[in-house]
């Protein structure tokens, strides 16, 4: 259990300073993200004197542009110019740091390389130019924290710097390691992309999927069309006026820079919804060819692309054909999400295509408009991306899907002999939120680090064969609610986790380890300048409940800086009472806590709440029969209606909790009633994961409250129950989208699990 053993190291973490790096082989394994395939920690270390050179291969441009990186990586760590030499054999040579494709493994693939470090040498070495830099990420995570604040900012250096010995054999997991950035809904500097790559490179990712074009703003520039960037990078008027966009000259700077640091970038131009800022361009590409604005409000615009017309096919080719001329990228994404389909019901144009093609529907028509663009890409040697919704009506032949509503469309697509990109929301939308008050369900979704931590790419059930299309992840940066300022705070540490999830093999994923490593990894993070979200002290369980005494026990997920915690409810100050040990509850509490840094930075404040409760006794019941009672009922609503006034529009009973009792998928609520049966006395946890809200009772107590609209997110609470049979009601309600409800329990002996159907009753209609 990760959580107790990090509870006794406590005390010990949070009186460290911060000076400390990687001191002692033993310490090696302890510090780098992601963490590598293979790795064996040696005695001793290299010391980066002023006789420290770095050398390349001869004669290659390539490996010498890697060196001059790691000579001014150093360079700023050591504050010392340092040499890069050519060599002349592939000996390593004394006070050196060689990087050298010779005699490489050629096992170990395009990224892998192997890194040894002695006490007189360090050698890099590698197949290709790509693995080199990879490796030269890791050595930079050998040396202390600080080498990566830029020199002014660093103090005075009174040692040279040390690396650890150690060999370590390391190669990627996963091909695709990517993070979206969506520079659409909120425009981004070139500086800041750059940066962004950066960082990307850093945590040895190698995608950025840059989302260039959304309803709310159209950011590359499109000689052939000038009104794109004249009209559509602009949105709202006066002072509310907003935008930008990247010349082409911009793009291929941007390009460049990402390939000096072997990220690829893939652009996506959106087609055919999210498009409000082309038809606010150029109107004649929209159905009704007039009355478009570029988009102010965040959401799903219905106006899209006009599917009949074969000059928005004219338009697009041209665009894609810029696109391609400037982007090396073998992919290029073209969205394919969330388009409705009204304009296209309506229109004549539309309409007649449907007939002219025999089509059954719109999604078919969708499924045209994607194949036809495909044609398009495969003839310029160019290979086409685009959410799951491209499933629908039928896949392009040659797709590859990135799955986003969960992982449904991964397995569709894998198993159809598709590639596949995997980035479902419930781990990798890096736009959710990362903490979440007690008891307050989130507008979007919860993102905790640790749910990003434990995604698995690759789904279960897969033939070896199918599962070689998962190429890997990408994490989705959405930026509706994150202007360029935001989008590090959003980003980090879930990247961390996510680029850890892509690299290191998946047997060697360990929460715990990762926690700790985290801890010299948020000092790293610091030095670069990175605005990360500081994770807020962590309990057991955000809600405990008690019938004589509990204990809170805090962990601190950043390693340093002082826990000050209140039992009042009031947010804690630098005057509230510092945690040390484990603190006994013995009354209903609330419990505040927040990490003090000495810089001044606060993390988020937690709260934990601690429930001194009776057990519930068990009703007595004779005449009960296996199965729940359920009505159904039809409407719409933002929170759970009052079930007492409203009509059902069917009843009937069920085996278990689920959703294959309702009559459609927008629109309805539903609401269980039965018995649960528990085996023995004790504390039980009931869980909740919903989309669209839900609660839980046991008899009168609201257990789970999990109401509201929200996308498939958990929702937990306890309950102290006697053994027997306790009434239990679950309510559910789903406005439109994704469904989803799924009722778990945990108890003494019950390890978590659907509530299964051997522990419902309902009692006979007699
Ligand atoms: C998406 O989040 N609409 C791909
Ligand atoms: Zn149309």
């Not at 309805?668 to 669209?692: E, H, N, W």
Request: hydrophobic share 35%; glycine share 8%; net charge neutral.
């Amino acid at each position: 259990m990760w959580f107790k053993k990090a509870l006794l190291m406590m005390c010990v973490i949070a009186q460290q300073t911060a000076a400390a790096g990687p001191s002692n082989a033993g310490d090696v394994a302890a510090v780098l993200i992601p963490r590598p395939a293979g790795l064996e920690s040696r005695s001793g270390h290299f010391s980066i004197t002023e006789a420290a050179q770095v050398w390349i291969d001869a004669g290659n441009a390539e490996t010498r542009a890697i060196g001059k990186y790691l000579a001014q990586s150093l360079h700023r760590g050591t504050g010392q110019p340092m040499i890069v030499r050519e060599l002349g054999s592939t000996k390593p040579v004394k006070d050196a740091i060689v990087l050298t494709t010779v005699g490489a493994d050629l096992s170990l693939g395009e990224e892998g390389y192997e890194l040894t470090v002695s006490p007189t040498s360090v050698l890099l070495r590698a197949p290709q130019p790509r693995g080199l830099f990879r490796g030269i990420q890791t050595i930079r995570q050998l040396l202390p924290p600080e080498v990566e604040a830029a020199s002014a900012e660093r103090s005075e250096r009174v040692a040279p710097l040390t690396i650890p010995c150690v060999r370590i054999t390391d190669r990627p997991r996963y091909k695709w390691r990517g993070m979206l950035l969506d520079c659409g809904r909120h425009f981004m500097t070139k500086e800041f992309v750059k940066r962004y790559i950066d960082l990307l490179a850093y945590h040895k990712m190698n995608v950025l999927h840059w989302h260039l074009t959304e309803d709310q703003g159209w950011r590359i520039e499109i000689k052939k069309y000038p009104k794109l960037t004249e009209v559509g990078a602009w949105r709202g008027k006066g002072e509310e006026r907003y935008g930008g966009f990247y010349t082409q000259d911009d793009i291929r700077e941007i390009i460049e820079y990402a390939a000096s640091r072997y990220v690829t970038i893939v652009p996506e131009i959106e087609m055919p919804g999210h498009s409000m800022a082309a038809l606010a361009s150029y109107p004649e590409l929209g159905c009704v060819g007039q009355g478009y604005e570029v988009g102010t409000r965040w959401g799903v615009y219905s106006d899209v692309y006009c599917a009949g017309d074969d000059r928005v096919f004219e338009f697009l080719e041209d665009v894609l054909a810029e696109v391609i001329e400037l982007f090396p990228s073998q992919y290029i994404h073209i969205g394919g999400d969330e388009c409705p389909k009204q304009c296209w019901k309506k229109c004549p144009k539309c309409q007649l295509r449907i007939k002219a093609e025999g089509f059954h529907d719109e999604h078919e028509l969708q499924s045209y408009f994607i194949r036809r663009i495909e044609k398009f890409l495969n003839s310029k040697g160019r290979r086409l991306i685009g959410w799951d919704e491209i499933l629908e009506g039928g896949l392009a032949p040659n797709a590859t899907v990135q799955s986003w509503r969960g992982m449904d469309g991964a397995v569709a697509a894998a198993t159809s002999g598709h590639d596949v990109i995997a980035s479902p929301t419930s781990h990798c939308y890096l736009d959710y939120a990362q903490v979440r008050a007690a008891g307050e369900p989130t507008r979007m979704g919860y993102l905790p680090l640790e749910r990003s931590y434990e995604f698995e790419p690759t789904p279960a059930g897969l033939t070896p064969k199918q599962a070689r299309h998962i190429l890997g992840l990408e994490g989705n940066m959405w930026t509706e609610h994150a202007p360029q300022q935001r989008v590090d705070w959003q980003v980090f540490p879930r990247l961390c986790a996510l680029a850890e999830v892509g690299w290191s093999p998946k047997e060697l994923r360990d929460w715990e380890g990762f926690s700790e490593r985290m801890k010299t990894h948020y000092r790293r993070l610091d030095a670069l300048g990175v605005t990360y979200f500081l994770p807020p002290p962590q309990c057991i369980s955000r809600e405990q409940v008690f019938e004589d005494a509990a204990e809170l026990a805090l962990d601190n997920p950043l390693g340093r800086g002082i826990v000050r915690y209140t039992l009042d409810g009031r947010d804690p100050t630098q005057a509230s009472p510092r945690y040390v040990k484990p603190v006994r509850i013995t009354d209903t509490t609330v419990v505040k806590a927040q990490t003090f840094l000495a810089d001044s930075r606060t993390s988020g404040i937690a709260e934990f709440r601690f429930r001194k409760l009776s057990p519930r006794e068990p009703v007595v019941l004779t005449n009960t029969v296996p199965g729940l009672a359920y009505a159904y009922y039809e409407g719409n609503w933002h929170r759970l209606p009052d079930f007492e006034k409203l009509t059902p529009a069917a009843t009937g009973t069920a085996s278990a909790f689920g959703l294959s009792v309702r009559m459609r998928d927008d629109g309805f609520a539903l609401r269980f009633t039965g018995y649960l049966q528990v085996p023995i006395d004790g504390t039980y946890t009931f869980y909740l994961v919903s989309d669209d809200g839900s609660r839980l009772w046991i008899g009168p107590d609201l257990v789970v409250d999990h109401d509201g609209l929200h996308s498939a997110c958990e929702m937990s609470g306890q309950i102290i129950l006697k053994a027997g049979k306790h009434p239990i009601i679950v309510a559910h309600f789903e406005a439109g989208g994704a469904q989803h409800l799924e009722v778990s329990y945990a108890g003494p002996g019950i390890a978590k699990q659907p509530v299964p159907a051997s522990a419902l009753w309902r009692q006979h209609a007699d």
